[in-house]
């Protein structure tokens, strides 16, 4: 059985199954509002509790998906993923920190900003590279890849962010001990995910489906949550993270796609670059943001909700496009 049809044999989209989507995530708008007008203690149950419960689980979904030869697949791919990991850790950084600086983001919202250029692709990106023609084979490898990344990279940028930005203060940051804890919320769901993809295949096939839908779902709740904590000043923040956040996923995803094809990269294999450079995990950028051991700051966590958000917009968009090329090119 191939990668792509490995990953996709659970995966099927009906109206029915969206709308059922549709409307978990509305209660779960519901239930997110009610916790976060409440006391400090259910703030305290949301960040403590419920955001990491909910990173496990889209991480553990998406080591359901892997398994190690994922990771040894880069080598039949080298050049597609060395340009895609360029991109990722070094480009991407640059072009967001470029952005902020330029349009002259609130520093803390500048931080979540580099944050969320920071954080890794995911099952999302996955799946949008599926729909768009893309190959999904080397999307799975680049997402196992860019996980084990994200634990040393992200800490890096999000510490030379708040010395930038913010100035080095020692209230807020990634010390060596909170460093351990974002390698452990990136990977260690995911290693148990593929734990169990070896030694139970047939109950991780099943799960794929149900986990990914309740991903999807988490994600938005996730991201109305992150929206709600800040509803007194969610306006402003729009008026001025909107704009970034707009411009870095259109940039993320036209550099994901077209670095590649400028090095000769076939077009599948640029399509899959694209959704994997160009989709970034706002989820977990939220959760590191928001956990009382991590970031604890609210307003780093903006930029992601606001992205998560309009990201859609941008890639269904951006999907259009390189599918329309594609077309044109086979005629």
């Known amino acids: 059985m191939s990668e792509e049809c490995r990953y996709f044999r659970t995966v099927s989209f009906r109206p029915s199954s969206l709308i059922?989507?549709?409307?978990?995530?509305?209660?779960?708008?519901?239930?997110?509002?009610?916790?976060?007008?409440?006391?400090?203690?259910?703030?305290?149950v949301l960040t403590t509790i419920l955001l990491p419960a909910a990173l496990g689980l889209i991480m553990?979904?998406?080591?359901?998906s892997l398994a190690v030869a994922d990771f040894s697949n880069v080598l039949t791919r080298p050049k597609a993923v060395a340009i895609a990991l360029f991109a990722q850790v070094i480009l991407l950084p640059a072009i967001c920190f470029g952005l902020v600086s330029v349009l002259g983001l609130d520093p803390l919202l500048a931080v979540g900003m580099m944050l969320l250029a920071a954080s890794p692709g995911g099952?999302?990106?996955?799946?949008?590279?599926?729909?768009?023609?893309?190959d999904v084979a080397l999307n799975i490898s680049l997402t196992a890849v860019n996980s084990v990344l994200a634990a040393f990279t992200l800490p890096v940028v999000v510490n030379l962010s708040l010395d930038h930005f913010v100035g080095g203060t020692q209230d807020i940051g990634l010390q060596?001990?909170?460093?351990?804890?974002?390698?452990?919320?990136?990977?260690?769901?995911?290693?148990?995910?593929?734990?169990?993809?070896?030694?139970?295949r047939e109950f991780a096939d099943r799960m794929e489906k149900p986990v990914r839908i309740l991903s999807a779902v988490v994600l938005a709740a996730?991201?109305?949550?992150?929206?709600?904590q800040e509803r007194d000043r969610i306006l402003d923040y729009l008026a001025s993270v909107g704009l970034v956040a707009l411009l870095f996923s259109a940039i993320s995803l036209t550099i994901g796609y077209w670095l590649p094809r400028l090095f000769q990269v076939e077009r599948r294999q640029a399509i899959a670059s694209g959704m994997e450079i160009g989709i970034h995990n706002s989820t977990l950028a939220i959760t590191i943001a928001l956990s009382p051991t991590?970031?604890?700051?609210?307003?780093?966590?903006?930029?992601?909700?606001?992205?998560?958000?309009?990201?859609f917009l941008t890639t269904l968009g951006f999907g259009y496009l390189v599918r329309r090329g594609s077309e044109v090119v086979v005629s």
Request: positive net charge; charged residues 10%.
């Open 60 to 64: 553990l979904g998406l080591g359901l």
């Open 20 to 44: 059922g989507v549709v409307s978990t995530v509305r209660q779960s708008q519901r239930l997110l509002t009610l916790l976060l007008k409440g006391s400090p203690m259910q703030e305290s």
């Open 222 to 228: 996730v991201i109305v949550g992150a929206i709600i």
């Open 176 to 200: 060596a001990g909170k460093v351990l804890q974002v390698f452990a919320i990136v990977l260690i769901p995911v290693a148990v995910g593929m734990l169990i993809r070896r030694w139970r």
């Open 123 to 134: 099952t999302t990106a996955n799946l949008y590279s599926h729909l768009f023609g893309g």
């Open 294 to 311: 991590l970031l604890n700051n609210s307003t780093i966590a903006i930029p992601a909700a606001v992205y998560g958000v309009l990201m």
